[in-house]
């Protein structure tokens, strides 16, 4: 049995056109080598995966694809990558993808290949629960799993259809409040079985069957912490926005007071007694606070995003005592729930602590877009600044912005907030105070 002609580096195959991307080797010795294989099979995999194992250069593999014509027939099963020979597949344990739904054509092609056995568990990682219910004009069960991802599927409703489908009985949640642990049984299924109206808990008697007659039993578990994993085999999904909890993908607008209306605001306060609120001893209460208590902390707070980031990642992947089947990561960067800047930091050291952690042995990482090149990412719209200009602001002024939206002025808003909370004032004209120096907009006091 032939070896390939591997030097340093594993090889890619490109599903646009018919040629193949080195990474490291020949290109030339490579593919005379799959010249003379059959048909683009590899009879000699484990020499492949022995010669890249033996390698210095950390992370290679070797992944080789069928032909792209294949690609655009539509030959493939699901429209996907034909099973790659068992010696290959034994060590592609992580998929990255760009958007999240994409994650069920991977689900799909695993259970085609025997790697993921139906009725499994889910680990979801992620800083949204993702269970809407989609309103899908095509058959949950199409044979067509492509089109069906293109044209159904967004960034929130991707587990439902994996729960009917039959691909997991059961959800494990990572809720990143550390929600006190949750667990649910629920009923699921389609009106008459077509695929199409999904209901859940609907009560269970001869009504329900007859209408819902693929009617599916699934658990749903909440947890707080990655070390509550019971499981010995589940199927590990990360969104990368799990470690952003302080990021907004939606525009932050803020208010802009003109110096005329700050002025009015200060008189309006300051002319009375009651209600009057000491600047600077305001300031120096917060300086104050701020030193007490950040005081002795300069050892455990982060100084900059990269270092909070590595620190949660660190965090989960000590917390988590199990090792998955597999895994796939998501960066939400289209979709905005991701910063740009940091995606690729936080990947790549999700990656690394994944590699190295509790003997999880990761040998080669494949990208979705080199597995799955016709996705159309129908989710991209949904968080468009152009077509939400929903403000997004603070829990604390949200009093002070449904005022607004009922069209109060601020003098009315701002006794309404006082004759409510007479109790707690001295908080409150702070709260006040910050929203007049920190929130700035376009708008006039009547």
């Not at 578990?221 to 589940?234: L, M």
């Amino acid at each position: 049995m032939r070896k390939p002609p591997l030097s340093a580096g594993y090889w890619r195959f490109s599903p646009y056109c018919t040629r193949l991307t080195p990474v490291g080797g020949s290109l030339a010795r490579l593919r005379a080598w799959l010249e003379r294989s059959s048909a683009g099979r590899v009879p000699g995999a484990a020499a492949a995966q022995k010669a890249s194992e033996g390698s210095k250069v950390p992370g290679q593999g070797i992944y080789v694809a069928q032909r792209s014509k294949q690609y655009r027939a539509g030959n493939c099963r699901l429209g996907m990558l034909r099973p790659l020979p068992a010696a290959v597949q034994d060590f592609m344990n992580i998929t990255v993808f760009d958007e999240h739904h994409e994650v069920f054509l991977f689900w799909e092609e695993s259970i085609a290949s025997g790697k993921l056995h139906k009725g499994s568990t889910l680990l979801h990682v992620d800083g949204h629960a993702d269970l809407a219910a989609p309103w899908v004009q095509d058959s949950v069960y199409s044979p067509n799993v492509r089109r069906f991802v293109r044209t159904q599927l967004n960034i929130g409703n991707f587990i439902l259809p994996a729960v009917l489908r039959g691909i997991f009985n059961q959800v494990i949640f990572l809720d990143r409040a550390r929600a006190p642990r949750k667990k649910e049984k629920h009923n699921i299924g389609t009106l008459y079985g077509s695929g199409r109206w999904i209901n859940m808990d609907f009560p269970k008697d001869r009504l329900s069957a007859s209408l819902y007659p693929d009617a599916k039993e699934w658990q749903y578990t909440i947890i707080g912490d990655a070390s509550d994993i019971k499981a010995q085999d589940f199927t590990l999904d990360i969104d990368l926005d799990y470690f952003y909890g302080y990021y907004s993908p939606r525009p932050q607008y803020e208010i802009c007071l003109s110096d005329r209306q700050l002025k009015h605001v200060k008189k309006m306060f300051l002319s009375d007694d009651k209600y009057k609120i000491s600047l600077n001893k305001f300031a120096v209460e917060k300086r104050t606070l701020r030193a007490k208590t950040l005081r002795g902390l300069e050892d455990v707070i982060c100084n900059s995003s990269r270092e909070w980031i590595e620190c949660a990642i660190k965090y989960f992947t000590d917390s988590l005592k199990v090792k998955p089947a597999s895994a796939s990561i998501c960066r939400s960067v289209k979709s905005g729930y991701t910063p740009a800047k940091h995606a690729q930091y936080a990947e790549e050291t999700l990656i690394k602590y994944l590699k190295g952690h509790k003997g999880m042995d990761y040998s080669d990482i494949v990208s979705a877009f080199e597995v799955y090149p016709f996705i159309t990412r129908v989710g991209d719209i949904i968080y468009n600044p152009l077509l939400n200009k929903k403000m997004e602001l603070e829990r604390d002024n949200r009093f002070i912005w449904d005022g607004i939206a009922r069209g109060k002025n601020l003098r009315q808003i701002f006794k309404d907030m006082f004759s409510r909370c007479e109790g707690e004032r001295k908080s409150l004209e702070k709260e006040v105070l910050k929203f007049i120096f920190y929130l700035k907009g376009n708008f006039f006091i009547k």
